[in-house]
């Protein structure tokens, strides 16, 4: 009886050892999963291949053709104090081409806002997440020829693209870090002082804007100015608020979600 109990007891425990097999259904659906992630790993390789880094040397060009077939629409920038809805100028061609293309490429998704300063600017997409420094290396580190026109100044609600001061005379762009103005009042005797020192003069229409909106004109013809804020002032305003250290970094994240509306 014990000689019968104990090789009864061996059989179950040499069977609860061995590998478990399995059916042929859920053995074609492991197939099927793994060819599946095969299949999105190779789709989403390619799509990083069938665009070539970005350089100062390639980049107006590679821009130009974008830009071709790129234009109109609204971009949507989703904060957790809302939606904002920019539009692009499509006639500073490089500039809206290059953020729409940094758009298209999924690079804002997510990304977040790394300077704020009331009554100045909400500035982000410079982000130094291990995320985003790899898509800037895949994308293409460079940056883009100004393309100043008197026709976009630095009212509420404009947006510009971030630059270098140092060793850059002719003042490029950065391609990835974007600004938007929130301003403060102005008065007639400083916008007479900027034309005086840079040698332009502002429409009536743009001297109405800067003392009824605000904005900040000491950056026209500094920053190109390559689109506009038309909804979401409420949520501008709330971004432009949050408690920031001694750099202007503030101090909870303020991710963004950046996409297309066409």
Known sequence: MRRALFMGWLTIWAMGCGETALAPAEESLVVAVAAEVDEA?????????????????NCESFLTEWHAEHQGGIIKVETQYGTISLELFDDVPLHAANFRYKVERGYYRPSEFVRVVPEFVVQGGNSEDPRAQEMRWLIGKHTLPSEFDDRYRHVRGAVAMGRTYKGNPDKRSASYDFYIVVGRKVTSVELQRIEREKGFTYTEAQKQRYYAEGGTPHLDNEHTVFGRLVEGWVVLDRLSQVPTDDSDWPLQRLEM???ALN
């Open 41 to 57: 790993a190779v789709a989403a390789k390619a799509k990083i291949l069938a665009f070539p880094p970005l350089t100062d040397a």
């Open 257 to 259: 979600q950046v996409s």
